[in-house]
């Protein structure tokens, strides 16, 4: 499967080199040059490098239903919202990417994959 996205291009194509384009005067050549500053994030984000940008390409990715009522995914967004989106940005992940969210849970559930039977019982019980 391709990505649907790949004839956008990316936030590099669009780049031009504003030091070529802009001529350099001579107040410039007389004051120092230093580094822009860098925030907290960027900062973050180079120390450590596995946590910036996806796990994974979406080339890597296999796309499968997975069929749900609609009240077990709505419990699903709404503790994604309220549970693991703000600890991914005390992390200082701000970039995360759907796939790597259901590629987290898949491996979540294999951890416990002992409990689904149990749970298929419980729902047909319930029923």
Do not use: C
């Amino acid at each position: 499967m391709t990505n649907p996205f790949d004839d956008l291009g990316n936030d590099e194509d669009d780049d031009t080199d504003v030091t070529a384009a802009t001529p350099a005067t001579d107040d410039d050549s007389s004051q120092p040059t230093s580094p822009p500053a860098r925030t907290a994030s960027e900062q973050a984000s180079d120390d450590e490098p596995a946590v910036s940008g996806p796990a994974f390409e979406y080339s890597a990715v296999r796309q499968r239903p997975l069929y749900a009522r609609g009240e077990t995914w709505d419990a699903l967004e709404d503790q994604l919202g309220l549970t693991v989106t703000p600890e991914l940005r005390r992390m200082g992940i701000r970039d995360d990417e759907t796939r790597e969210v259901h590629d987290a849970l898949l491996k979540v559930a294999l951890e416990h994959i002992d409990e689904v039977p149990e749970q298929i019982l419980e729902t047909r019980r319930q029923a």
